[in-house]
C-alpha cells in the first residue's frame, strides 16, 4: 500500500535526517532495507526506524561492500549520510553504483553539502541553520537566538528535502532511464525554508534581528500567552477580519486596539505591540486554557491550545483525523500527507530475520547464490 509500493530503498543507516528520510518513503510503501554498519537493538518506540527490514554488513570489508553493491543491483534508491568522500573511499560511492545499476538514485545527506570551504567539517542542525539565517530570527527580542528544537536543519530542511528529492529523480529516471545523485544539505533545506522571509525583507518586513518579525513573537496578536492554569494557548490573529473576530470576542477596547492590527505585507504602529500584548497577558491569565478553548477553539480567531506531545494524540481533531496511530504498542505520528487512491498501509516496527532477508532478495530478483553469499555475509541483532 501506499503511492510508492514496489520502489526499492536501501538506506545506509545514520542519525537524525537519514531515518526520518526512511521513515517518510517507507511510510508511503516503499519496501526499505537499512544496513547497519554495528549490532544495534530494535527501537520500536522510535517512529523514524520504523517499516524497515534490517541487516548488519561490515561496510570496511570487501565481502560487506559486494554484499552491498550485489544489492544495488537490484535497487531503484540507495542513500547515505556520510561526510563527503567517505562512500567513495569505503568503495561504494555513486561512480561505482551507478555502473552497477545505471538507473539507480542516490541521495546524498549532509550538513554543508558536497561542496563548498566546509563540506568536510563536522556539524550539527544548529551550526547549519546558525547560517543559513534562519536561527537568528527565532527567538524572543533582545534574548539568545532559540534553537528550535532539530525541526528545521535535520527534519524539514535535511530528511525532508532529501526524500523529495529522491522521488524527483525517480520521476526522472523512469523517463529517461537514468539515474543520479540528489545532494541534499541540511544548510541548502533550510535556506529554502527560509523563502518568504527573505521576501518579506524586500516588504520593509525584515527578521534580521532575534523576535522582530511579526511570525517570530513580536506582535501582540500572533503570540503565546500563559492561562491561570499555569498552562498556554496561541492566538495568530493576523488577517483584518481575525483581528476584528478576536477584539469582539475577548471583549476588548476597539479604540485602544483596532489601529494596531497586522498583515503578513507589513506592520501598523509596531511600537504598540508591547503595551498591547502586555494587556494580553493580564487578560489571558483571567482564565484557564480550557475556558478559554471553550471561547475561542473553532471560531476564525485563529486559536490553538499549546499541548505537549502527551496531549496532542488526545485531543478531538487529532483523534477524528487519525493523527497519531498505534504502533507495536506505543503511540506514533501517522504516515503523511494522504492519498485518495493509494492510502498508506499502518506503519510496522522494524523487523529482522534471515528469512524475512531471504524473502526480500527473492522479492529483489537477486540470484540465489548471491543471495547466500549476502545472507552470510550480514550479522544480526537480538
Known amino acids: 500500500m501506499g503511492p510508492l509500493q514496489g520502489i526499492r530503498v536501501i538506506e545506509i543507516s545514520g542519525i537524525g535526517p537519514g531515518p526520518f528520510c526512511g521513515m517518510m518513503l517507507s511510510d508511503m510503501g516503499a519496501e526499505v532495507v537499512a544496513v547497519e554498519r554495528t549490532l544495534t537493538a530494535v527501537q520500536e518506540t522510535d517512529p523514524t526506524q520504523r517499516n524497515r527490514h534490517r541487516v548488519t554488513l561490515d561496510l570496511k570489508s570487501p565481502a560487506g561492500v559486494a554484499a552491498l553493491l550485489a544489492m544495488v543491483e537490484h535497487a531503484d534508491v540507495l542513500f547515505e549520510g556520510f561526510r563527503p568522500g567517505v562512500a567513495e573511499r569505503l568503495g561504494f560511492g555513486p561512480d561505482v553504483c551507478l555502473a552497477r545499476n545505471p538507473r539507480l538514485v542516490y541521495g546524498r545527506m549532509t550538513g554543508w553539502g558536497q561542496s563548498g570551504p566546509l563540506a568536510k567539517a563536522a556539524g550539527h542542525d544548529i551550526n547549519y541553520i546558525a547560517l543559513s539565517g534562519a536561527l537568528k530570527a527565532i527567538g524572543r527580542k533582545g534574548e539568545p537566538p532559540v534553537p528550535p528544537l532539530n525541526l528545521v536543519g535535520d527534519y524539514g530542511?535535511?530528511?525532508?528535502?532529501?526524500?523529495?528529492?529522491?522521488?524527483?529523480?525517480?520521476?526522472?529516471?523512469?523517463?529517461?532511464?537514468?539515474?543520479?545523485?540528489?545532494?541534499?544539505?541540511?544548510?541548502?533545506?533550510?535556506?529554502?525554508?527560509?523563502?518568504?522571509?527573505?521576501?518579506?525583507?524586500?516588504?520593509?518586513?525584515?527578521?534580521?534581528?532575534?523576535?522582530?518579525?511579526?511570525?517570530?513573537?513580536?506582535?501582540?496578536?500572533?503570540?503565546?500567552?500563559?492561562?491561570?492554569?499555569?498552562?498556554?494557548?496561541?492566538?495568530?490573529?493576523?488577517?483584518?477580519?481575525?483581528?476584528?473576530?478576536?477584539?469582539?470576542?475577548?471583549?476588548?477596547?476597539?479604540?485602544?486596539?483596532?489601529?494596531?492590527?497586522?498583515?503578513?505585507?507589513?506592520?501598523?504602529?509596531?511600537?504598540?505591540?508591547?503595551?498591547?500584548?502586555?494587556?494580553?497577558?493580564?487578560?489571558?491569565?483571567?482564565?484557564?486554557?480550557?475556558?478559554?478553548?471553550?471561547?475561542?477553539?473553532g471560531t476564525d480567531v485563529c486559536f490553538a491550545p499549546v499541548l505537549s506531545l502527551s496531549e496532542a494524540p488526545h485531543h478531538p481533531h487529532n483523534r477524528a483525523r487519525g493523527n497519531f496511530v498505534e504502533v507495536g504498542g506505543t503511540n506514533q505520528n501517522a504516515p503523511t500527507p494522504r492519498f485518495s487512491e493509494t492510502p498508506a498501509a499502518t506503519p510496522r516496527p522494524a523487523v529482522q530475520s534471515r528469512a524475512d532477508l531471504r524473502a526480500i532478495l527473492r522479492a529483489w530478483r537477486v540470484d540465489e547464490s548471491t543471495a547466500e553469499t549476502i545472507i552470510a555475509a550480514a550479522a544480526w541483532s537480538a
Request: with cysteine; proline share 2%.
Open 157 to 297: 530542511g535535511g530528511g525532508m528535502m532529501l526524500a523529495f528529492g529522491i522521488v524527483c529523480a525517480l520521476l526522472e529516471a523512469q523517463r529517461s532511464g537514468k539515474g543520479q545523485v540528489v545532494d541534499a544539505a541540511m544548510l541548502d533545506g533550510a535556506i529554502t525554508l527560509m523563502a518568504a522571509f527573505i521576501g518579506f525583507r524586500h516588504l520593509n518586513a525584515s527578521c534580521d534581528d532575534t523576535g522582530t518579525h511579526v511570525l517570530s513573537g513580536a506582535a501582540h496578536c500572533y503570540n503565546t500567552y500563559r492561562t491561570r492554569d499555569g498552562q498556554f494557548i496561541s492566538i495568530a490573529s493576523l488577517e483584518p477580519q481575525f483581528y476584528a473576530l478576536l477584539i469582539e470576542k475577548l471583549g476588548l477596547d476597539r479604540a485602544a486596539f483596532e489601529p494596531h492590527g497586522i498583515t503578513l505585507a507589513g506592520a501598523q504602529d509596531e511600537n504598540a505591540w508591547p503595551s498591547l500584548k502586555q494587556q494580553l497577558t493580564t487578560l489571558f491569565m483571567t482564565k484557564t486554557r480550557d475556558e478559554w478553548c471553550s471561547l475561542l477553539e
